[in-house]
């Protein structure tokens, strides 16, 4: 690009230069006044935990941040491990969460370099000519960068926001996993030993059976059925054993815990079926209401709107830079000025990016749309599932379990009249063993319906989520920066 320089000697271009330079030094005292935030704007994510989860989250920046979690974990571990001591650990524990964390950092610092100006530039150069010797400085400012100013730390300070919405979102997604890993974790452990009892009372058929056809009271096809009994018995306990290993690995990994951590206990039962279900008639407006996803969806249309606007007004501006001259001689006068320049929309409008600008909108309004008809559609299937689960797993606690103990109870009694063998006795207990573990699945089925409840009335973790969980923070007063 060609520049084209004309210099006029009048006072007039000295007192405009010393106009700008006073605009500049001004911009530089603004731009000192950027600076990091005491807590790095964690305060947002500890409000939301607090809100929404009722749990304390902490941030590992300093060694004595690490030794009181370290303190905390080792109480918690001191005890069996609640569903609520669970979810407690892993927001403190947790490596991963505190990794996201330190996304805070990353974006806080991009915030406040965008908030100080860059280094002006300062040229010098010597010239002869002859005898001639011509001396020039020059002290360069990017003016656009200048006037940007406010409009960069602008898109800084939402990125900033976004990363404080995405850990808190982080949190809640965590919390969730971790109910769900420690509700299987425990059933896991039940289901073990329930699946014990049924095979030793298998293996106690399987050997009477053997004993029996040692002495020639009972025929091979008798023996055979007790011996298939035992090895599907066996065979069910070595699963449910797999299964206990993996979902207490799987709630390990979230805890963070490792080494002698690892022993942890866990309560030998879940919790007890809630007396009756939550009544949510107008579940699809709560959601719409509290759904994060569909309030960062909504924001981010009018965020768009206000970029279009944006962009229809600064269409034609394009590259602005100022500059400052001194240039002596030691023949000649010194020279001083100033110059500024700056594009000619000749070709190019701006018509393109309105048009750009104007297809995002329409297509975050479509986002947004698509996004509250699948929040209604996935709260309906969440609370369907959690009473259908409720119903299920109440049916069996007070039908089924009951049903079979009586059953059992009255087999009891014939044992001891002999009007039953013992076969009959044995085949009866693995019958209510397997009831009572076919309960414990569906007392698992319902806690796992109700974390997935909760979370769907919060939304999925996504970008437009977290801005929404941001911006709520900041209204309660819990915005850090």
Known sequence: MATLVSTQRSAAPRRGGVRLLVAAAAAVLLAGCASFSPDGGFSAVEQAAKDRLGKDVR????????????????ELLGKPLSIDDAVQLALLNNKGLQASFQDLGITEAELVQAGRLPNPGFSFGRLTKGDEI?????????????LAMPLVRQVEA????????????????????????????????????????????????????????????FNKLQQAREQSFYADAALNHAKTQQVQWSTRERLTRLLGLWGSQTGYRLPERLPDLPPSPKELPDVE?????????????????????????????????NVLELGLV??????????????????????????????????IYM?????????????????????????????????????????RQ??????????????IGVFELLAD????????????????????????????LVGKPNLAAASALTATAAESGGAGH
Do not use: C
């Open 158 to 217: 939402r990125r900033f926001a976004q990363a404080q919405g995405m850990a808190a979102m982080s949190v809640l997604s965590l919390a969730a996993d971790t109910r769900k890993a420690w509700v299987q974790a425990v059933a896991a452990e039940e289901s073990v030993r329930y699946s014990a009892k049924v095979m030793q009372a298998a293996e106690a058929s399987a050997e009477l059976a053997r004993r029996m056809a040692q002495a020639g009271n």
């Open 285 to 317: 407006r709560l959601a719409l209401s509290q759904r994060l996803d569909v309030q960062g969806a909504r924001l981010a249309t009018e965020q768009m709107a206000r970029n279009l606007g944006l962009t229809r007004t600064t269409r034609f501006i």
């Open 134 to 146: 011509e001396l020039e400085r020059g002290l360069h400012l990017n003016l656009a960068r200048l």
């Open 406 to 419: 009586r059953i059992a109870e009255e087999n009891v009694l014939r044992y001891n009249g002999m009007l």
């Open 59 to 74: 941030w590992a920046r300093t060694e004595s941040d690490q030794a009181t979690i370290d303190q905390r974990v080792g």
């Open 363 to 403: 297509q975050a309004v479509h986002r947004a749309a698509e996004t509250a008809i699948n929040a209604r559609s996935e709260v309906r299937e969440a609370y369907g599932a959690y009473r259908s689960s409720w119903d299920v797993a109440k049916h069996h606690r007070d039908e089924i379990v009951p049903l």
């Open 429 to 456: 207990a693995r019958s209510q063993i397997a009831g009572v573990n076919a309960a414990i699945d569906a007392l698992r089925d319902f806690w796992i319906a109700q974390a997935d409840l909760d979370m769907a």
């Open 326 to 359: 001194r240039n002596s001689s030691n023949e000649a006068p010194t020279q001083k000025g100033w110059e500024i320049g700056f594009e000619i929309p000749l070709f190019d409008w701006g018509g393109a990016r309105v048009a750009k600008a104007e297809g």
